[in-house]
């Protein structure tokens, strides 16, 4: 059942548990994806980042999530991480993603502003929930790159004005995490998540979570952080599932059999992540 990003958050927020959204960019990932979620009947986000439309193209990164809507009785969503390009997004709503994330954080607040309200405009004008981001998470998503030295916590109070002056539905915020792997322990800082959580009324998100240690992530979704973004850990288990079985078996050259292994450790990675953002068993339909 595919829903908007607003109606699978807004549950989540209902019972103080976390979707994991999870990054797609081919047919497998997808299907493990799906076989988590199906398990463990977990409401679940599959999002494309603009590299990974690139890569596959929207028709079928679309259909593909449309025909697992349809496979599996869980609620689904379809969001556009980390939107920067007016076009790209407009493309992701005319498809029928039904939730897309405007990136405009590393303008200026007012700038931000602007540019976030315009698509929340044209998002919600044909029922597609937005998610914006405030403050500047560091690290590396694809095509969007903050270095350490830019990398900036998103301040409470500016995180109410943003979110009551754009009608966002969901706010993602920089709290110490970062995309990509991190080379010490992650920092984060909970605290702020309590402050951002007790002034802002839409649900928050938590990106760069790959590497996040399970008991932090625990203790971010008892603040309030609502979605959870996971891309890294799944690209690690697909290389490291592809890389033993290609040295173990050289001769291979049936994709199924080097892909096959690399689906099931994606599944189990994120039936794992499931569980500690407390999604599973949260399927309401
Ligand atoms: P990771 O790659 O650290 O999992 O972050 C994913 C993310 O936040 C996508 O927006």
Redesign the pocket.
Known sequence: MLVTGKEILQHADDHQYAVG?F?VNNMEIIQAIAEAADELRAPVIL?A?QGAIKYAGVEYITALVKTTAELIDVPIALHL??GTDFEEIIKCIRNGFTSV?IDASKHELEENIRLTKEIVRIAHSVGVSVEAELGK?G?T?DQ?VVSEAEATYTDPEEAKVFAEETGVDSL?IAVG??????KGEPKVDIERIKQIDSVVKVPL????????PYDTLENAVGAGIRKI???????ASFAGAVKSFVSENPDEIDPRKILKPARQRMADTVKEKIKVFGSDGKAWK
Do not use: F, K, P
């Open positions: 959204a990054n999002q980042s991480d980390h994330m998470i690290g998503e969007v993602a995490t970062a995309h990509g792997v991190y998100v938590l990106h760069g979570s790959s590497g996040v973004n996971i891309d890294t850990d799944i690209r």
